[in-house]
C-alpha cells in the first residue's frame, strides 16, 4: 500500500520470529520468493500454499486470513472497530475524518495481537471449537 504499516506482535509470534531468524539466509527476507530472494513471497505463493494443502480457491485465499481475523476480533465484541481498522491497515474512507483522526490505537493493537495468539494457542490445544457448516454462497 506504499504505506508503512507498523504491527505488533505477540509473544508467541516474537518466538517464532526468533526461530526463523536464526535460520540460516542469504537476506534480510524471513520468506523470501523463490526466484529472487531479494523480495518476499507473494500473495499467490500463499494461495498456491493452499490448493497444495487442498483448499479450493472458494474456500481460502491468502487474503481470507485477513477476513477471518477480522471476523474473530469484530465478533468477540472486546476491541475498538478503529483499532481493528487500524490493525488490518484500513484507512479511514471519511476524508475529514482521516484528516483529523490519526491515531493508532497501538496499546490495544498490542493487547489484540496477544489475544489472537493466546486464542490460536487455546484451539490449538482443546479449546472449544464448534464446526460451521455453510453452503457455497457462505
Known sequence: ????HAVPLSRQVRY???E??????????LFPALY????PISDNTMNVALRRLGFDHDEMTSHGFRAMVSTLVNKSGLWHPDAIE????????DRV?????????WEER????????????????GGTIIEAKFNKRG
Do not use: F, I
Open 97 to 105: 475524518r482521516a484528516a483529523y483522526h490519526r491515531g493508532a490505537h
Open 36 to 39: 529472487t530472494t531479494q523480495r
Open 86 to 93: 487500524r490493525a488490518l491497515a484500513h484507512g479511514e474512507r
Open 20 to 29: 526463523l531468524r536464526s535460520l540460516p539466509r542469504t537476506n534480510e527476507c
Open 1 to 4: 500500500m506504499k504505506q508503512a
Open 16 to 18: 517464532l520470529w526468533q
Open 110 to 125: 498490542v493487547r489484540m495481537a496477544q489475544w489472537r495468539s493466546d486464542y490460536l494457542d487455546q484451539l490449538r490445544v
